[in-house]
């Protein structure tokens, strides 16, 4: 089994901006949207361990799903959130409730740098594994 490690603080009225981690090392940054109580689209998603699934997104094609029914977060279905993925996007205004990682901090805004080989990178780390679960931190 696959841990990545997220955390997070939010800057309210901003978004959430964190760190990911696989063996206590740093692989990437993170940008997301501000926390809004869970709410579909507009927030950040809640604290808690999460299952990552591989799920083909007519969007985005195979993306990281989180799925964890009991924090209203799956893939799909009847629950608060769906489609709460890992994809490319520099900036929390171009995020629906998803999370986008980047390998370095934008130099003159809030958001992430180089997103698509961040997230490539992830991916690429994922496809290695069965079995894969995303813990989220908010500090």
């Not at 978004?15 to 696989?22: D, E, I």
């Not at 409730?97 to 390998?103: E, K, T």
Request: net charge positive.
């Amino acid at each position: 089994m696959l841990l990545l490690t997220l955390t997070t603080k939010t800057v309210k009225g901003v978004g959430t901006f964190g760190r990911l981690f696989y063996q206590g090392q740093q692989i990437a940054v993170s940008v997301e949207c501000d926390w809004n109580d869970n709410k579909r689209n507009v927030s950040c998603v809640p604290a808690g361990r999460y299952e990552l699934r591989w799920i083909d997104s007519p969007k985005y094609g195979k993306r990281l799903h989180m799925h964890n029914p009991d924090l209203g977060v799956t893939p799909a279905g009847a629950s608060q959130r769906t489609h709460c993925m890992i994809h490319p996007a520099n900036f929390p205004h171009e995020l629906q409730g998803c999370i986008a990682l980047g390998n370095s901090w934008h130099p003159t805004q809030w958001g992430v740098s180089d997103s698509r080989s961040a997230v490539a990178d992830v991916e690429a780390l994922c496809s290695r594994h069965a079995q894969i679960e995303l813990e989220v931190i908010r500090l």
